[in-house]
């Protein structure tokens, strides 16, 4: 890396700022804080002047690779340009200023918003209720599974297994897991989607629910989704659906719509708050009208005093599966998702799912000549390639061609994802691309295949324009040593 360590910049005595002799009156530090929480040495700090600092992370900020730099086609994920607007509105002082535990009449700022966010995600889904709460799409599976267990228990009945189809993200058998219930694998057919037969084997009298991703991670839509509602309710199994593909159906149509009782959605993705570094993010939870008194507590709720609306949040209902955040989630991303929302109104909103389905159909079909679609189209939001012709005939896999796409400055789909695709590469463009952009990503996937054919080592030589050439994935994420200084 050509980027020092901040260690190596400094120079003793450099200073960013310097603060005056102070015009108050003052006490030594010994005098304030207990001796045994002082330094017995100064701190080992790096030493610089304020261009110096900035200067070191804006170069390092280059070397990074990021939405605002270029497309982000990293498939299942809807890494989505985020407009600017909404960090600028979650910066308000009437939002960072807040402290979760000031009495609600100082706070009914927040608590509409969070009210009408709810609501909005309400109407998307076409559910009776939705709690903000969950901290991410994982942490609202694992609440949607919570739910359905509470509601067999209301029913005096204890089904022990969850039914995940096997395209499914691994979050859903993980969340499963975590809430003790016995996992079932149910196939894929031939076209990619849900195998019904396959499923009606497995509905037996113990399933609590199936869990389904619509579209599904293939980009498919389920398309008996209507008749696989059927079965399951037949089998007084619940309906739960992995939302994290939203971004494909808002304003076209919905999950409540086609029977589902349970639903998330990821704020990150679909809604547009950052992420990719590890959070913070959000995982609201919808549900059907019968699971609305399990939702977790506290519940914000709209009411009129004395010709005045007034927010509250409500923790007495006793049969709610309790909190799954302390305070109340994730607050500065369900400002962003407000903000995104109400910026779009209810034509744009459909306006991004039409456009990231014409988007990746139209990217889909630039690259067709070269590489091979295991499950036909027309897909929804995303595609799944397989890299197989790669492999078989010039030894490229598809973990060369990833790394090649970074040479051509771009960040590399999913791979790999989901298992039931061989040398999987799944891509999902996203609304946010333009048409010069997708044509650059696909000129430059069809030049590397015509490298792989013709010139293989160029492709598995690769990365040699990056920052750090080729890692060893294992190693560098069962061993990461980001440890810079002293060791
Ligand atoms: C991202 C994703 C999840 C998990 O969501 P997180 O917010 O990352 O926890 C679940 N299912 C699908 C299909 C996803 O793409």
Do not use: W
Request: hydrophobic content about 40%; glycine content about 6%; some cysteine.
């Amino acid at each position: 890396m050509k980027e020092k360590l901040i260690f190596d910049l400094s120079r003793k005595g450099r200073r960013g700022v310097c603060f005056g002799t102070p015009d108050l009156p003052s006490k030594p530090v010994q005098e304030l804080i207990p001796e045994r929480f002082l330094r017995s040495e100064p701190a080992d700090l790096p030493e610089l002047p304020e261009s110096e600092v900035v200067r070191h992370f804006i170069r390092l900020s280059n070397l990074n690779y990021h939405v605002d730099k270029n497309m982000y086609p990293l498939g299942s994920c809807t890494m989505k340009y985020n407009p600017k607007i909404n960090d600028s509105t979650s910066d308000l002082q009437g939002f960072t200023s807040m402290h979760p535990l000031q009495p609600e009449h100082t706070a009914q700022g927040s608590l509409r918003l969070m009210y009408e966010l709810s609501e909005m995600l309400r109407e998307i889904a076409g559910m009776a209720a939705v709690t903000l709460q969950p901290a991410a799409g994982a942490h609202g599976e694992l609440t949607g599974i919570f739910l359905i267990k509470k509601y067999h228990e209301s029913l005096g009945s204890r089904r022990s297994k969850l039914l995940v189809v096997d395209s499914a993200h691994g979050t859903n058998p993980a969340s499963a897991a975590t809430a003790n219930y016995e996992i079932v694998s149910v196939n894929s057919n031939a076209e990619g989607r849900t195998d019904i037969e396959d499923l009606k084997t497995k509905l037996t009298p113990d399933v609590a629910a199936l869990m389904l991703t619509n579209p599904n991670t293939l980009g498919l839509f389920e398309n008996d989704i209507l008749a696989i509602e059927k079965l399951v309710h037949e089998n007084g199994s619940l309906l739960y659906m992995d939302g994290a593909n939203m971004n494909a159906l808002m304003g076209i149509t919905r999950p409540g719509d086609m029977g589902f009782d349970i639903v998330h959605y990821n704020l990150h993705k679909t809604f547009s708050a950052p992420h990719g570094g590890g959070g913070p993010g959000s995982g609201p939870v919808g549900v059907c009208d019968k699971l609305v008194p399990f939702l977790p507590v506290p519940v914000i709720e709209k009411t009129e005093k004395n010709g005045i609306t007034v927010y509250t949040m409500n923790p007495d209902k006793p049969d709610s599966i309790g909190r799954m955040m302390n305070f109340y989630g994730n607050f500065a991303v369900l400002v962003r998702a407000y903000t995104y929302i109400r910026m779009l109104g209810a034509n744009g909103v459909r306006r991004v799912s039409e456009n990231a389905i014409i988007n990746a159909n139209y990217l889909l079909s630039r690259v067709l000549e070269k590489f091979e679609l295991p499950y036909p189209k027309p897909v929804m939001h995303e595609f799944c390639l397989s890299g197989d012709r790669q492999k078989k005939q010039h030894n490229v896999r598809t973990l060369d061609i990833a790394k090649r796409l970074l040479d051509y400055g771009f960040h590399a789909p999913t791979i790999y994802f989901p298992l039931i695709v061989s040398e999987a590469l799944m891509v999902e463009p996203t609304e946010t691309e333009t048409r010069e952009t997708l044509d650059a990503f696909a000129d430059a996937l069809l030049a590397i295949a015509d490298e792989a054919e013709n010139d293989p080592d160029l492709v598995l030589d690769a990365p040699v324009k990056t920052p750090v050439k080729r890692l060893d994935e294992a190693q560098a994420s069962r061993k990461l040593n980001v440890c810079c200084f002293g060791c």
